[in-house]
Nanobody, 125 residues
Framework: VQLQASGGGLVQAGGSLRLSCAAS????????MAWFRQAPGKERELVVA????????YYADSVKGRFTISRDNAKGTVYLQMNSLKPEDTAVYYC???????????????????WGQGTLVTVSS
């Protein structure tokens, strides 16, 4: 599957952005999907993941209540709605996908086989 992320940009603190990740290839509905981010000088970290069938979601504590992941299986797209953005949310955001992996690894970047190219989100103070 190929992933194409979009929607990044520059926004003031307190503002909102919506990221999109369009997938092409195998049936999208069978993939767990996730958003990761990587800030300069920091390791890549999970923002949120969504399971393929149950739709269960797993958020990083730092974004709970502010970010929302959703998926449209018919369109093969996963979204990340980001509200109340903070300067510390500044990072390159990557969408990722995987298939047939166990739940306990859903937060691990190494468990994802497919990655989008990344989209930069910059939050100014």
């Amino acid at each position: 599957v190929q992933l194409q992320a979009s929607g990044g940009g520059l926004v003031q603190a307190g503002g909102s952005l919506r990221l999109s990740c369009a997938a092409s290839g195998r049936p999208f509905s069978s993939y767990d999907m996730a958003w990761f981010r990587q800030a300069p000088g920091k390791e890549r970290e999970l923002v949120v993941a969504i399971r393929s069938r149950s739709g269960s979601t797993y958020y990083a504590d730092s974004v709970k209540g502010r970010f929302t992941i959703s998926r449209d299986n018919a369109k093969g797209t996963v979204y990340l709605q980001m509200n109340s953005l903070k300067p510390e949310d500044t990072a390159v955001y990557y969408c990722a996908g995987r298939r047939g992996k166990i739940l306990s690894t859903v937060r691990l970047a190494d468990s994802y086989d497919y990655w989008g190219q990344g989209t930069l989100v910059t939050v100014s103070s």
